[in-house]
């Protein structure tokens, strides 16, 4: 069935690690969105994308990198330069960059050991 | 400032009881305002979406309402379950220009339904 998959569920990352989190969606939406949760706070932009080979920062991009090599998936990487990694972070797609509506993946759980 | 600002920022209800979560928001222009429920540690699920012509919506025991000129939203819940446990998160869309928006997040009200 369609969907936003994220994996995995949860990430352990040593000090000075790279690490990637994965999002795949099946639902032939255009537009696709990484956030970052932390508790008390609302989620917060780190990257978005509106097409294929494009994407721009969303407002915590420091410390982020993606690719969008595939209209059906968009990982995200948090190098050694993010100093407080430690989150929880969603994946979102929609139907096309103008449209509002978003839905979004189970979530992946980074902690750093 | 956040733009979204929700109240309270948690509440403990007995099953069976109604209860009301509050968003209030700054985000002008505005396109549209959408309720969502988390559940610990699972994405957000769309529960409402309002837009700045409509003034109430629900969703089963879920109804959303809307005052555009107050920039004010409400989330009632009646007759909780313990299902209802989880964050309820208020999202407005604001409009940046022609084909461009921007979602604002609240940091959401905590649930906890008891037995």
């Known amino acids: 069935d369609g969907g936003i998959t994220q994996s995995p569920k949860y990430l352990f990352r040593k000090e000075g690690q790279n690490v990637t989190l994965s999002c795949e969606q099946n639902?032939?939406?255009?537009?696709m969105y990484w956030y970052r949760q932390d508790p008390g706070q609302g989620l917060r932009l780190i990257y978005y994308?509106?097409?294929?080979?494009?994407?721009q920062k969303g407002d915590i991009a420091e410390g982020y990198s993606v690719s969008r090599e595939k209209k059906e998936s968009f990982p995200l990487t948090v190098t050694s330069a993010q100093k407080n990694p430690t989150a929880f972070y969603l994946c979102?797609?929609?139907?096309?960059?103008?449209?509002?509506?978003?839905?979004f993946g189970q979530g992946t759980r980074l902690t750093v050991v | 400032k956040n733009q979204v600002e929700q109240s309270p920022q948690s509440l403990i209800i007995l099953e069976g009881k109604n209860c009301t979560l509050q968003?209030?928001?700054?985000?002008?222009?505005?396109?549209?305002l959408r309720w969502y429920k988390q559940d610990t540690g699972r994405g957000p699920v769309s529960l409402t979406i309002?837009?700045?012509?409509?003034n109430t919506k629900s969703n089963g025991r879920y109804t959303a309402t809307l005052d555009a000129d107050t920039k004010q939203s409400s989330l009632h819940i009646t007759a909780s379950q313990l299902s209802d446990s989880a964050s309820y998160i208020c999202?407005?869309?604001?409009?940046?220009?022609?084909?461009?928006?921007?979602?604002?997040f609240g940091a959401g009200t905590t649930v906890t339904v008891r037995a």
């Open positions: 639902l032939n939406h255009d537009a």
């Open positions: 999202v407005v869309t604001g409009v940046l220009r022609s084909n461009d928006y921007k979602l604002s």
């Open positions: 968003c209030n928001y700054t985000v002008s222009p505005f396109s549209n």
């Open positions: 979102a797609s929609s139907t096309r960059p103008s449209a509002p509506e978003a839905f």
């Open positions: 994308s509106q097409i294929v080979n494009d994407f």
């Open positions: 309002m837009t700045f012509s409509e």
